[in-house]
């Protein structure tokens, strides 16, 4: 059964998350780890915002994916005003292993 974008597995009672998903949020976090990497750790904000919202969807499934992105959204928390940029901090590219 598919609930919120996320299969429920109703004998196992627990929920899994879709291979369409898995691809999606695997190429969002290969792309912007490596502009971070190229840029001095500097990524562009919507990018990011879209891989944090892309990554809260993943947390029935998966909850611990909220302990590795905790700096990606603290990095969206601290966004500097009138900048299209955002540079991830040191632990940002240590969590993403």
């Known amino acids: 059964m598919r609930l919120l974008g996320h299969l429920l597995d109703t004998k196992l009672v627990r929920f899994l998350h879709p291979p369409d998903l898995v691809d999606k949020s695997a190429a969002m976090a ?3 780890f490596r502009r971070a990497a190229d840029h001095r750790r500097w990524v562009n904000f919507s990018t990011l915002r879209c891989l944090c919202v892309t990554e809260v969807l993943t947390t029935l499934s998966m909850p611990s994916a909220r302990y590795h992105f905790r700096s990606l ?3 969206v928390q601290f966004r500097r005003p009138r900048s299209s940029d955002e540079q991830l ?3 940002a590219l240590k969590d993403r292993k």
């Open 30 to 32: 290969v792309g912007l």
């Open 73 to 75: 959204f603290t990095a």
């Open 89 to 91: 901090g040191r632990q």
